[in-house]
Every structure is written in C-alpha cells, then in structure tokens.
C-alpha cells in the first residue's frame, strides 16, 4: 500500500498534464483567434511607434512537426498562423505611400520549443500581394527605423521566405531617387551550371520591372530573383539578376548572394556605365573625380566583417573616354572615414580624358555631359571649381601606372605612375611622374582642402629632357643634342587651376646641358633673312650650344625673369619681362646677339605679348623701322648699293661665361627643390663657380 501511494500521485499528476495539455489543444484548436486582434494590433502598434492592423481573418493551425527534427521534437505540433489585410503605417511625415507595408495576406509557420528561450523561430514566411513603400530624407532620417524600446529579450530566425506578386517604392530625396518595383510570379529557371558543387541554389521564381525617376530623368529596367529564400543550411546561394538605366547611367548585376540567413557574402558580376564617375557618389557614397563618359565590368565581393561589410570590385576592365582602365578598388567602411584603396593601370591614357578631373575640359564637352559650360571664352587655364564639401568623404589609397599617355601635342609621355591619396580633406599625388622627351618629370602635389580655400604646393623636378625629342617634327631638330634639367616649386590658394596659379608664390630654373642646336632654328629666330635662305638652300648644319640658362621669380601669379641667357658660338640671347598666371599674359623682351657678320640681317629685338590664348610674337617695330629708314635714305642719298650697310652687323656678342651663369642656374635650381620661396636668387662663391666650371670641362 505503501509503494502504491506515490504511483498513484505520479499517475494523478501525469493525468492532469496531458489533460492540461489537451485542454490547451482543444482551446487553440477552437479559440476565434479574431477576438484577440484588437489586442494583438495594440501591442504591435505600442511596441514599434507605428499603427499597426491585422484587418481580416485571422487563423492558427497546428501541423506535425518537421521530420527533419531529431528524436521528440519531431512530433511536437508546429502552428501555422494566416493573418488577413495586415498593414503597418509610415511615419506621418512620409510621401512615399500611407503604409510602410501591407500585404493581403501573410502566412508565418513557427516552432513552439524555442519560445521557452526567448526565440521565434518562423520556419516559413510567405507573403501574397506584399506592398513596401520605404521613404529617407535629404536629412538622412527614414521611414523603417521603428520606435527604440531598448534591447530586446528575444531574437527572430527567418529560415525561408516566399513572395508573389507585389510593389516596391523607394523614395529617397538624399539623392533624389523615386524607384518603383513591380513583382511578379515565373517559371523557375534550372540551377546555374557555373554553381560552385554542392552549393544549395534557389532558382530563378520572380521578374520585375522597374520604373521611376533618377534626378528627374526616367529610370527602367528589370531583373530576375529566387521565388524562395532560403535561409537556413550553409553555403545556400540565392540568385539575382538585374538592370537598370537612366539616361547615360546604366547599372547591371548577375551573381548570387551567399548564406542569405547571415547575407555573409555577395558575388555579383557588375557592370556600370555613366556620364561620369562622379556621378556615382550619391548611389555608393564614394568620392570620385569628374570624367568623360565611361564603361566598366568586373566582380563586386561583398564580405561581412562584423557589423560592417567590406567591398572589392575585382579585376574591372573598362574605358574612360578613349582612354582603357582596368584595375581592383576595395572600399572598407572603417572610422572615422572609409577608406578607398587599389591599384589602376592603362596602356593608352588620352590627356584629354583627365580634363575632366581639374575642369580643362571645352564647354562643348561639358554640354555633352549635361554640365554647366563655364569656361570664359578668353581664359586658357581651368576655372571649375574643386568641391571641397565632399572631400572628408573617404580616405584614399590608389596607385595608378600607365604606359603610355597620349595627347594632342607631338611630345609623348610614357610609363606614368601616380599615388593618390586623401586623408582628412588633404588631396596629394605623392609622386606623379613620368618619362618626356627620353626624359623623366618627377613631382609631388598636394592640394589642402580644410579650409574654405584649397592651399596647394607643387614641386616639379624634369632631368635628361633631350632637345631633339621636344620638336619631333622639326627635321631640323633631329640632328640637334643636349639635355634640359629643370625645378620648380610654387605654393597658391584657390578652388581651381586658374585661381591657384592667380595666386601663386615660389621658383621656377632650367639649364640646359652642352650640346648643339639647328642653325636654321637660330637665323629664323633672329630674322638673319640671307642666311636663313642660304641655309636653306644650302644644307643646315648643327651649332655648338654652350649654355642655356633661365630662372623666374613667381609673386602673386607674375614670373619675372631673372635670368634667361642662351649662348652658342654664332650669337648670345638674352629674354626679359614676365609672364602673368593672374591675367594670362605676355610681356616679354628678346635680345639676340651676333658673335659674327651677317649679311642683310634684319636682326631686332623681338617681343612676345598678348595672351595665353592668343599670343603675339614678333620684332619690335621701333628698331626695324630705324634700320629699313636708314636704308631708304642711303639709297637715295648716296647710292643704292649703300642701302645694305645697315643690314650688315658687324658687332660681335662678347661669349657668356657660361660656367658662372650655370653654377648660379643651378643654385636657384636646388632653391627651387626646396618648400616654394620669394627670395630672390641665390648669390654663389667663387668657388661653386669653379666647381661648375670643372664639372662642365
């Protein structure tokens, strides 16, 4: 009796459960689930900020359990609740649409156990005629972030969605962009073959279209996607396809999303084509600079990294203009700024293409790319503006090479290398360089955009520059040698080209190493009329250049010159005046020297005015009207043979020293390696002249 009162209690209480139980099966299994709507809407709306509505039926079903579970729980009931006309409203501020979402009706099938540890687990999500219209703000705010109760207690796994057909509308005043999707149910497509083995791939089950607007130009386009996501299982691979295009702008993706549960990554093939690359910031949120209209296709990967995703556009290849680019970027979301880095290359660069980036561009061309033509019609040097606001956008990190760079000139350049980077709004190109004329052009650029006014330092360094390689054309030249080395360092202020060179501050030295130039070249030069013709007639030949050397003071946008002497054994030239960057200008004063007699020579100052889109180059009429006066009158006082004494020169130009001239060329050359100065050139000692002087022997 004893042993049996404990059985009994045990078969009382086991008795009770399973009635308990019972009794709760049979009260869902009958309960109107309707009555508890008000309740439920009421809590849902308290919880999120939002008016929330289950406005139709509303029904819970038990089911069997999933024979996929292990043991038991396989035949615990799963319940699977319908919801009729459910909708959650926008905020009141929203345009996008009264409701944030709706659907007609709404399908969730969940697990029972996980609840006792605050999880919801929905094994199936379906959703029939779903209607989003999500909304943000030009101030960034938007209208999916709910009301902030504070961390929560439970968590939410979606294992697999369905949709059917449906409408999306994304409204985005940040970037003006009204986007309107419309979902629509297909045949399944067969599994990709290109699928990695033994990767889960949902197939192809819906189309859309789309439409809109995109800065107010129409936007279309389209695409596939997988009926079902599945989000459960590892390395299960959803597929998306699509396109869209507004005007010049055309955007296409065709790839997977990987583990969408975790959406740990993203392999899409992307194709972009615009008007120009700057276009690009409102959509991605990164800074780059204007160009011609370009094409690129290559690889997006898309990696999770914590809280934040990490992108590589992969291997593109493209063309920017007529110019080819190709290359990997990465875009790391870091703090405080992202940053972009990679490497570029081209084998063909047009100069004409990277007009864009520093505003050279025509106002034809600008029009063509549906921007504003504000080049004055009399400015030689670019007056766009650099938009400075952008700049603390992203960090950046890029090296571009390219092996050759072509331009409308004869002078070709070759192998250019240029590292880019912008850290906390100070842009540099440390170094860009290239190979000119067998030569090389080192320099270092860096433009400081923390301040209103850009403040920009350029030092610029050219060595082994051959004479003959910068008048390619010029048959003449061909025989000609020599070299050409010179610095500059400049400092300025100002949002564009123009107005930084307006404004610049510093040095500027070349010489130019022994050797010979045309003699032809040098007559013309110095309207020697008879020997120029002689020499055409008879053959040019080559002149020993002794010495070349030039060196400006830059204050204020005017270079004076400081110097500018060249010496060969027929004649000495020496050039005065300026150059002003503020007003694009001439002023210059050219004084050739014979070292010997010339016959109806002609040989006058020369002067070269006017400006940089319309210079003017020629003798000086004051000297040349004072020679052919004394012509006339010898001709016709004395006799006519005495008209050609005053266009005989019998003056000899004493020889330069050239060894002081380059020694103290050189000193303002290492002056102007150094920060940009206004000091006037260095004076040098006896003893650096001599040293010049033995280099030279």
Not at 387 to 412: C, E, M, Q, S, Y
Not at 528 to 551: E, R, T
Not at 554 to 559: S, T, W
Request: proline share 5%; glycine share 8%; hydrophobic share 40%.
């Amino acid at each position: 009796m004893a042993r049996s009162k404990p059985l009994k209690i045990f078969g009382w209480t086991l008795a009770t459960l399973l009635a308990l139980i019972l009794l709760v099966i049979i009260f869902i299994l009958t309960f109107d689930w309707n009555r508890a709507r008000p309740y439920i809407n009421r809590k849902v709306s308290e919880s999120t900020g939002r008016e929330f509505v289950i406005g139709g039926d509303l029904q819970v079903k038990f089911h069997q359990g999933l024979k996929t579970e292990a043991g038991w729980r396989r035949y615990v009931p799963r319940p699977t609740i319908t919801a009729n006309d459910v909708r959650m409203s926008n905020p009141d501020w929203a345009t996008a649409g009264p409701q944030m979402a709706s659907a007609q009706r709404i399908v969730v099938s969940t697990h029972l156990l996980p609840l006792l540890d605050h999880r919801v687990v929905l094994t199936d999500l379906a959703l029939d005629a779903p209607q989003i219209a999500l909304q943000r703000r030009a101030d960034g705010s938007n209208s999916w972030t709910l009301k902030d109760n504070g961390p929560s207690q439970w968590d939410v796994e979606i294992q697999r969605m369905a949709f059917a057909a449906g409408t999306i509308r994304y409204l985005d005043q940040a970037i003006a962009l009204d986007l309107n999707a419309k979902v629509s149910s297909t045949a399944p497509d067969a599994t990709p073959n290109d699928a990695p083995a033994g990767d889960k791939v949902e197939k192809f089950g819906i189309a859309f279209t789309l439409g809109g607007t995109y800065r107010k130009a129409p936007v279309t386009g389209g695409g596939k996607a997988g009926a079902v996501l599945s989000l459960t299982g590892d390395h299960t691979v959803y597929p998306v396809q699509a396109n869209a295009a507004s005007g010049k702008n055309k955007i296409s993706v065709d790839g997977t999303l990987t583990d969408p549960r975790t959406l740990s990554g993203i392999d899409l093939q992307l194709s972009l084509a615009g008007a120009s690359m700057a276009d690009l910031y409102p959509l991605t949120g990164v800074l780059l600079p204007e160009t011609p209209e370009y094409a690129t296709k290559g690889r997006l990967l898309g990696k999770k990294d914590g809280e934040t995703w990490n992108w590589t556009y992969e291997k593109f290849k493209g063309k920017v203009g007529q110019s080819d680019l190709a290359g990997t970027l990465q875009y790391l979301p870091r703090k405080p700024r992202p940053l972009l880095r990679g490497e570029l290359t081209s084998q063909q660069l047009r100069l004409e293409d990277l007009g864009p980036t520093i505003g050279a561009e025509s106002n034809a061309k600008k029009q063509t790319r549906g921007k504003v033509a504000n080049q004055p019609a009399d400015k030689a040097l670019p007056v766009e503006q650099f938009n400075t606001a952008k700049w603390d956008a992203l960090d950046a990190d890029v090296k571009f090479t390219g092996k050759k760079l072509v331009r409308t000139h004869d002078i070709p350049f070759n192998d250019i290398v240029a590292e880019i980077h912008m850290k906390d709004k100070v842009l540099s190109l440390t170094p860009l360089n290239f190979g000119m004329a067998g030569g090389d052009i080192t320099s270092n650029i860096t433009l400081d955009g923390r301040q209103k006014t850009i403040a920009a330092q350029a030092k610029v360094a050219a060595r082994h520059l051959k004479i003959r390689e910068l008048f390619p054309k010029l048959q003449s030249m061909q025989a000609s040698f020599g070299e050409v080395y010179a610095d500059a360092a400049l400092t300025g202020h100002g949002n564009s080209v123009s107005s930084m060179l307006a404004s610049a501050n510093g040095e500027l030295a070349a010489t130019v190493s022994e050797g010979s130039v045309s003699q032809f070249i040098l007559e013309l030069a110095g309207l020697n009329l008879a020997n120029a013709v002689f020499v055409k007639v008879f053959g040019d030949k080559q002149v020993q250049l002794n010495c070349l050397a030039s060196d400006f003071a830059v204050r204020n946008g005017v270079a004076d010159v400081r110097r500018f002497v060249l010496d060969t054994d027929n004649a000495v030239v020496n050039v005065t005046g300026n150059v002003s960057l503020a007003n694009e200008t001439l002023h210059l004063d050219i004084r050739p020297k014979t070292k010997g007699a010339r016959v109806f020579s002609l040989r006058t100052p020369l002067y070269a005015q006017g400006t940089f889109k319309e210079p003017k180059v020629g003798p000086q009429k004051g000297p040349l009207a004072l020679k052919a006066g004394a012509a006339v009158a010898l001709a016709t006082v004395v006799a006519p043979v005495a008209a050609i004494l005053p266009l005989i020169n019998v003056d000899r130009a004493p020889d330069t020293d050239c060894g002081a001239v380059m020694a103290e060329a050189k000193a303002v050359r290492k002056t102007a390696k150094s920060p940009a100065t206004n000091a006037p050139a260095k004076k040098v000692t006896e003893a650096e002249i001599k040293k010049a002087q033995q280099e030279k022997k």
